[in-house]
């Protein structure tokens, strides 16, 4: 399985700020995935990475508000932009294993005060 | 039909005992159905997984009983442990030509008292 780590762990953060949330997987992989959940919720998926060509989004979520980067097969960033407190959720990034699988990263707990 | 149904919300299963949590599905070109366990401050771990070839998977004290015709699966933890304790949730996943898209179900919260 893969190894992915994320930073930073947990933040707290001003309305009207932006966050950027790296992603790193120990080997590369095509396609990353950008997941949110909101406190006790379940997993939301924002959008899909692939590295050379531009995310797509899931319904509900913009690139606007939700701009992604993948500058290579081992890393993305997700920026969360112009935060409010409803964007206060823990938001995971995740690789395709080889057989189908999801494999998750910790997690950034973001709370927007 | 992109929806999962999980249930219950939240399971107290005493220590020895069987958990057992069911999941529903619409979508019929859904074809890998995996269980994620989560504990808090940690990102969802794939616990097992099936496809829809086989009715049952069984990994040490997990199984997974898949019902196709129902459009169902559950899973069940034989001799729960209080470390089984953290919140489970079921997903259906079916591929696309720029992904994969992963649906989950609300998760369920089980306690397993000592």
């Known amino acids: 399985s893969a190894v992915i780590s994320q930073k930073p762990s947990r933040d707290i953060c001003q309305r009207g700020t932006s966050l950027t949330i790296q992603c790193q997987v120990d080997?590369?992989?095509?396609?990353m995935f950008w997941y949110r959940q909101q406190p006790g919720q379940s997993l939301t998926l924002i959008a899909t990475a692939n590295q050379g060509s531009e995310a797509t989004y899931e319904s509900g979520f913009v690139i606007d508000k939700f701009p992604i980067s993948r500058p290579n097969l081992t890393f993305s960033t997700l920026t969360v932009s112009n935060m409010s407190p409803e964007d206060s959720s823990i938001y995971l990034c995740s690789v395709d294993g080889v057989a189908n699988e999801q494999f998750f990263g910790p997690g950034t707990r973001l709370t927007v005060l | 039909q992109q929806q999962v149904k999980q249930s219950p919300q939240s399971l107290i299963v005493q220590k020895g005992g069987i958990s057992i949590i069911n999941c529903a599905y619409e979508n019929t070109a859904f074809d890998y159905f995996p269980w994620y366990q989560q504990f808090p401050g940690k990102g969802p771990a794939l616990l097992i997984a099936?496809?829809?070839?086989?009715s049952e998977k069984k990994e040490g004290r997990f199984t997974i009983s898949f019902n196709k015709s129902a459009k169902q699966f559950s899973l069940h933890i034989m001799d729960s442990q209080p470390g089984d304790s953290a919140t489970y949730f079921c997903?259906?996943?079916?591929?696309?030509?720029?992904?994969?898209?992963?649906?989950f179900g609300p998760g369920t919260r089980l306690s397993v008292l000592p």
């Open positions: 099936i496809r829809p070839d086989v």
């Open positions: 080997s590369q992989v095509t396609m």
């Open positions: 997903a259906a996943s079916m591929r696309f030509s720029h992904g994969q898209n992963f649906v």
